[in-house]
C-alpha cells in the first residue's frame, strides 16, 4: 500500500465512524513535536502578557500594512490576512484539502538532503503529521446547546459574531463564546488563502487542541514515519503537486525550480 493511500484509510475511517456524519472534516499539516494552538499563544516571555504582542502586532500590522486590506474589511479577514504571512495571531489553520495539509507535514523534509536517513528529524520538530478535525462534533462536545446547535462554523459576514478586534484589541466587549476553541470561516479575499483552501480555529486561551478531555471523538492524529517520508515526496511529486501550487506567487515558483534543478543533479556554477 502506498504512504498516501494508507492517510486516505485513515480518514475514513474516522470520517465513517461518526455517529452524525453530516458536516466536513478538515486537515491540518504539521511537525510531530509542535503544540496545537496558535503562533500567538506559543509565545512566553515572563516580562509580557500575550495580550501586549497581540495588540502591537495587530495595531503595527494595519498600519504598516494598510494597502493590502480593503477599506471595508472587518477585523477577522484583516487577522486571516496575518495569519497566512505569519503574523502571530489567535487562529490555527486547516484546510479542507488533504493534500494541501500533507504538503505543510512535508514542507522541511521537501528541501533536506537527507530524506533517506532522515538524520535531522530532531531537528525539525520531529516526524510529520496530519490532524483531521470534526468541527461540528467539536461545537457539540465544546459549546454550549444553544449555540452549537445553531452554529457547525461560525460564518463571518454571515453569522452573528464579535468582532475580534472589539474584544481582544480595544477591550470593549467580553468575549461570549467560552474558553474553548471555535471553528471559523473567512472570505477567502487573497489568492493564498483561496488556492490553500483555508479555514481556521479561533483560540481564546493557551490550551492545546488535543488536551480537551473528549478531543478523540473529533480529532485524529496520522503520523508519517521515518521510512515513509521519502515515498510520500516522491507520490506527492507523481501527482504534480509543488510550491506553486499552494503558495501561488513567484518566491513559490522560485523554489519550485529550484528544486526541481536539485533534483535532476543540475547545479549552478
Not at 38 to 48: F, M, T
Not at 145 to 158: E, H, L, P, Q, W
Request: aromatic share 12%.
Amino acid at each position: 500500500m502506498s504512504v498516501l493511500s494508507r492517510i486516505i484509510e485513515e480518514v475514513g475511517i474516522f470520517k465513517n465512524a461518526r455517529t452524525n456524519k453530516s458536516g466536513d472534516i478538515y486537515f491540518r499539516g504539521q511537525r510531530e513535536k509542535n503544540l496545537l494552538i496558535p503562533s500567538l499563544l506559543r509565545i512566553k516571555n515572563q516580562e509580557r502578557r500575550i495580550e501586549f504582542y497581540e495588540g502591537t502586532y495587530y495595531c503595527d500590522g494595519w498600519i504598516m500594512g494598510a494597502s493590502e486590506f480593503e477599506k471595508e474589511a472587518s477585523s477577522w479577514e484583516i487577522l486571516a490576512r496575518f495569519q497566512h504571512y505569519q503574523i502571530p495571531t489567535r487562529l490555527l489553520d486547516w484546510s479542507s484539502s488533504l493534500i494541501s495539509a500533507i504538503y505543510f507535514s512535508l514542507e522541511k523534509c521537501l528541501s533536506c538532503n537527507n530524506k533517506s536517513e532522515c538524520v535531522l528529524k530532531d531537528a525539525c520538530d520531529g516526524y510529520p503529521v496530519i490532524w483531521v478535525l470534526d468541527p461540528v462534533r467539536m461545537h457539540k462536545e465544546l459549546l454550549a446547546k444553544d449555540i452549537c446547535n445553531k452554529y457547525s462554523a461560525f460564518t463571518i459576514g454571515v453569522d452573528e459574531i464579535q468582532e475580534y478586534k472589539d474584544v481582544f484589541i480595544t477591550n470593549k466587549e467580553d468575549w461570549k463564546l467560552g474558553d474553548v476553541p471555535i471553528f471559523i470561516e473567512i472570505p477567502w479575499k487573497n489568492a493564498r488563502i483561496s488556492k490553500q483552501k483555508g479555514y481556521f480555529t479561533f483560540h481564546p486561551n493557551e490550551k492545546e487542541l488535543d488536551k480537551f478531555n473528549v478531543s478523540d471523538t473529533w480529532l485524529k492524529k496520522i503520523v508519517i514515519n521515518e521510512c515513509e517520508i521519502e515515498k510520500l515526496i516522491n507520490e506527492i511529486n507523481i501527482i504534480g503537486i509543488n510550491d506553486h501550487d499552494i503558495y501561488s506567487d513567484l518566491p513559490s515558483l522560485g523554489r519550485y525550480f529550484n528544486r526541481r534543478l536539485m533534483d535532476s543533479n543540475i547545479y549552478y556554477k
